[in-house]
């Protein structure tokens, strides 16, 4: 475990010693937050302050564990030494967490189920909240927000953006090298698209995201990937999730594979023109969400609810996540539409819809079939 994690539960087991103004406080809702910093700066600065206004006497503490599935991880462990432990009351009352953490937690039985007694719960009806890499989370997690691969594309260059996997097949041999993916080793934009291009074409259906692995399914997989070796010839292998940004910037390139959320952060930056935009080609891409869950043995578990009810309200998803993050809400963005302003509503949905989002975003495939996927595209694609 990494130092700094270590010094962050440290922290949660002395709260007198290192937080002493916190401590003065009747009550402590502990918040672990894998992800990066800005994880951990939400939480502190905004929904936290926000929770304590409506329940005068308790604070909010928010510490990050690193980011990636490290960081949850981290959390994950941290909980384990305490059921090992026979401790009633848990240090967290709020963990948040990735889909490959939340699913190694409900199948060790360290998670409470609990979506169903927050009111948010039913303002959610996308699979993320059902199925996190093949393990059933139905229950408890609640999608803090989803994040989204996606194609974005100049409209001055490409008048008819591909709507398919077979169209982009077709563009991209009457223009090469205009469309850019990081590969597998630059960034989780890059293996998204590989994810979505074997969906696309391995004939393998819901089985890649629901299950059961099966190992025949091998032959299928290799047959996508040489078909996307075919593909790479006319296509451009950027330097990571930012160089695809940097190139369609430039100029280098017309059009490729990026997150949603860090295409709209460089075109508020002033990094990308805002007349790039995205498409969300069928059937379909990955996305991840990050998850809100609470832990079997939380001191607060009725508290932690309302703070996650909070989390996930639609206020909250427009002010908190759509704005500030320009992440795509947790809850079903039909029930976010009516908290935000046209400008930014628009700017977030209309080159990819509710509509679009419902039906072309994909969960990752489950692990055997995602590592399966990786070590084939290694041999099949590289060499």
């Given at each position: 475990?990494?130092?700094?994690?270590?010094?962050?539960?440290?922290?949660?087991?002395?709260?007198?010693?290192?937080?002493?103004?916190?401590?003065?406080?009747?009550?402590?809702?502990?918040?672990?937050?894998?992800?990066?910093?800005n994880m951990v700066d939400y939480i502190n600065q905004y929904l936290g302050p926000k929770?304590?206004?409506?329940?005068?006497?308790?604070?909010?503490?928010?510490?990050?564990?690193?980011?990636?599935?490290?960081?949850?991880?981290?959390?994950?462990?941290?909980?384990?030494?305490?059921?090992?432990?026979?401790?009633?009351?848990?240090?967290?009352?709020?963990?948040?967490?990735?889909?490959?953490?939340?699913?190694?937690?409900?199948?060790?039985?360290?998670?409470?189920?609990?979506?169903?007694?927050?009111?948010?719960?039913?303002?959610?009806?996308?699979?993320?909240?059902?199925?996190?890499?093949?393990?059933?989370?139905?229950?408890?997690?609640?999608?803090?927000?989803?994040?989204?691969?996606?194609?974005?594309?100049?409209?001055?260059?490409?008048?008819?953006?591909?709507?398919?996997?077979?169209?982009?097949?077709?563009?991209?041999?009457?223009?090469?090298?205009?469309?850019?993916?990081?590969?597998?080793?630059?960034?989780?934009?890059?293996?998204?698209?590989?994810?979505?291009?074997?969906?696309?074409?391995?004939?393998?259906?819901?089985?890649?995201?629901?299950?059961?692995?099966?190992?025949?399914?091998?032959?299928?997989?290799?047959?996508?990937?040489?078909?996307?070796?075919?593909?790479?010839?006319?296509?451009?292998?950027?330097?990571?999730?930012?160089?695809?940004?940097?190139?369609?910037?430039?100029?280098?390139?017309?059009?490729?594979?990026?997150?949603?959320?860090?295409?709209?952060?460089?075109?508020?930056?002033?990094?990308?023109?805002?007349?790039?935009?995205?498409?969300?080609?069928?059937?379909?891409?990955?996305?991840?969400?990050?998850?809100?869950?609470?832990?079997?043995?939380?001191?607060?578990?009725?508290?932690?609810?309302?703070?996650?009810e909070l989390a996930t309200s639609p206020e909250v998803q427009a002010e908190g996540i759509v704005k500030r993050f320009n992440w795509y809400?947790?809850?079903?963005?039909?029930?976010?539409?009516?908290?935000?302003?046209?400008?930014?509503?628009?700017?977030?949905?209309?080159?990819?819809?509710?509509?679009?989002?419902?039906?072309?975003?994909?969960?990752?495939?489950?692990?055997?079939?995602?590592?399966?996927?990786?070590?084939?595209?290694?041999?099949?694609?590289?060499?």
């Open positions: 475990m990494r130092k700094s994690t270590i010094l962050a539960f440290a922290a949660l087991a002395l709260p007198g010693a290192l937080f002493a103004a916190s401590a003065r406080a009747d009550t402590v809702l502990d918040v672990a937050t894998a992800g990066d910093q929770f304590e206004q409506a329940h005068p006497g308790v604070h909010v503490r928010a510490i990050g564990t690193g980011p990636g599935d490290p960081g949850s991880l981290a959390i994950e462990q941290k909980l384990m030494a305490e059921k090992k432990s026979g401790a009633h009351d848990w240090d967290i009352d709020v963990a948040v967490i990735h889909q490959r953490g939340a699913a190694q937690m409900v199948t060790e039985d360290l998670l409470a189920k609990y979506r169903g007694e927050v009111s948010t719960g039913k303002l959610v009806t996308s699979q993320k909240a059902v199925n996190a890499l093949g393990t059933n989370v139905e229950g408890y997690v609640m999608p803090m927000f989803d994040s989204q691969v996606a194609i974005a594309y100049n409209p001055e260059i490409v008048k008819n953006p591909p709507r398919s996997f077979a169209e982009l097949a077709e563009w991209v041999k009457q223009h090469p090298k205009q469309f850019g993916y990081n590969g597998i080793k630059g960034g989780m934009a890059g293996i998204g698209f590989v994810m979505g291009w074997v969906n696309a074409n391995a004939g393998l259906g819901d089985r890649l995201n629901a299950g059961p692995y099966e190992e025949a399914d091998k032959g299928k997989i290799d047959a996508a990937l040489a078909s996307l070796k075919e593909f790479n010839k006319n296509a451009t292998l950027t330097p990571g999730n930012a160089g695809t940004l940097d190139m369609l910037g430039r100029g280098e390139i017309s059009m490729g594979a990026v997150w949603a959320d860090m295409f709209y952060g460089w075109q508020a930056d002033g990094r990308l023109s805002p007349d790039l935009k995205l498409v969300l080609p069928s059937p379909g891409l990955p996305g991840q969400p990050m998850y809100y869950a609470i832990p079997a043995q939380a001191a607060h578990q009725a508290l932690a609810r309302e703070f996650i809400p947790g809850i079903d963005a039909q029930y976010v539409q009516a908290k935000l302003d046209t400008k930014t509503w628009d700017h977030l949905f209309v080159d990819i819809t509710p509509q679009d989002l419902k039906q072309n975003a994909k969960p990752f495939p489950i692990s055997p079939y995602f590592t399966t996927i990786l070590n084939e595209y290694e041999r099949v694609v590289t060499q």
